[in-house]
């Protein structure tokens, strides 16, 4: 006959009270029993009354190869009474435990729970590091392009600035063209004009130009000197000969009269 130390539910509904008995493993929860071992009370507080074992008689049965439920068998462990079965039981759970992760799977649901857990987070994380990378690289571009608008919008104002003054130097530009051709004209003209009002106008007008134009017209202004005193002696002697020859006349008529 195999014995089994399981509980037998008492009390009432929300209430539940249990009752450790040894019975024979092919009765019934509620059937007959062969021995009372002790009592589980789950609502008492106190933990001394909660679990009341007859320690001598459940170690009797054990002895005799009776085999208790996994319920029992957790509250004699409890209780420090240890039993070849748990200890059994606990090294078929690692061995499955051990396949179960060779295998990539979840031994428990509370393993499955926690790593579902763990991916979500890591799934949030990232997703939260992609929006952050996007939303730094998106402010950093309008700052980029808030940038190039204003330096776009200061070298307008700049151009517009100074294009006012680029105009009258455009104007100035044409008229000291104009006043160049001007004064090469006087130049030419006062070469064309007679030999003293040259001289005079030479005499009277101040030296503007740099000494590198006066050194280059020092030669002209030397052979103009020559040719005036030139010109001059040439007159007084048509002067002296003009008369010579009235002087030569008037004696003819005063020896005719």
Do not use: C
Request: cysteine-free.
């Amino acid at each position: 006959m195999a014995v089994r130390i399981r509980m037998t539910r008492m009390g009432r509904r929300h209430r539940p009270f249990f009752r450790i008995n040894a019975v024979d493993s092919r009765t019934p929860r509620d059937g007959r029993i062969l021995e009372k071992l002790g009592h589980y009370d789950p609502i008492e507080k106190d933990p001394a009354k909660q679990i009341v074992l007859n320690r001598e008689r459940i170690e009797y049965w054990l002895d005799k190869g009776a085999m208790p439920s996994d319920s029992v068998s957790q509250i004699l462990l409890r209780a420090g009474i240890k039993h070849k079965y748990a200890e059994e039981k606990a090294a078929r759970r690692q061995r499955a435990k051990q396949i179960a992760r060779a295998k990539g799977k979840f031994f428990t649901k509370a393993e499955k729970i926690v790593a579902e857990r763990s991916v979500e987070e890591a799934e949030a994380k990232a997703k939260a590091e992609v929006e952050a990378k996007a939303k730094s690289e998106a402010e950093a571009k309008a700052g980029a392009e808030a940038e190039e608008k204003a330096e776009a919008k200061t070298k307008e104002d700049t151009q517009q600035e100074g294009e006012p003054e680029s105009v009258p130097e455009a104007e100035a530009k044409p008229e000291s063209e104009e006043t160049k051709p001007s004064e090469e004209k006087g130049e030419v003209q006062a070469e064309v004009k007679p030999e003293p009002e040259a001289k005079a106008k030479a005499e009277t007008k101040p030296e503007e130009k740099p000494d590198v134009e006066a050194e280059e017209k020092e030669p002209e202004v030397q052979e103009q000197k020559s040719e005036e005193k030139r010109e001059e002696t040439k007159t007084e002697a048509d002067t002296e000969e003009a008369k010579d020859s009235t002087s030569e006349q008037q004696p003819e008529k005063s020896d005719e009269n």
